[in-house]
């Protein structure tokens, strides 16, 4: 009987222990709410793949045109645009906080067939 005392004795001051111990760390680790930190997704390249205009701008490689395109759907982010004809261009230069990108393959247009991939990074202004 004394045996089943003791055993009883020491399970409950395990569970005694661990429930201090889950206490403490839930009162003194401070609590974050990435929800607010995190940014969403403009969506800012999905509409302007079907304007012929922006289209011609990416196929020429016109910057300050795409740019223009850009300024309104972006206008509360940083961002930089990369077009290119390789998929597995790396980007450099990008910061080191919370970066959301969005890319579109444009093949060409009615008359030519000149494939860019247009990548787009943007972040928050602060």
Aim: with cysteine; hydrophobic share 40%.
């Amino acid at each position: 009987m004394v045996k089943g005392k003791k055993a009883f004795l020491r399970t409950l001051e395990a569970a005694i222990a661990i429930i201090v111990a889950l206490t403490i760390i839930l009162a003194f680790i401070p609590q974050f709410n990435t929800a607010r930190e995190r940014i969403r997704s403009q969506n800012a390249l999905e509409p302007l793949t079907k304007d012929e205009q922006f289209r011609t701008c990416v196929l020429t490689e016109n910057i300050t045109c795409i740019n223009t395109t850009l300024s309104t759907p972006l206008q509360n982010f940083h961002y930089t645009i990369n077009i290119s004809k390789n998929p597995h261009t790396e980007i450099s230069g990008l910061p080191t906080k919370q970066i959301l990108s969005e890319s579109a393959y444009i093949a060409g247009n009615t008359t030519t067939y000149s494939p860019r991939i247009i990548r787009i990074f943007y972040w928050a202004r602060n």
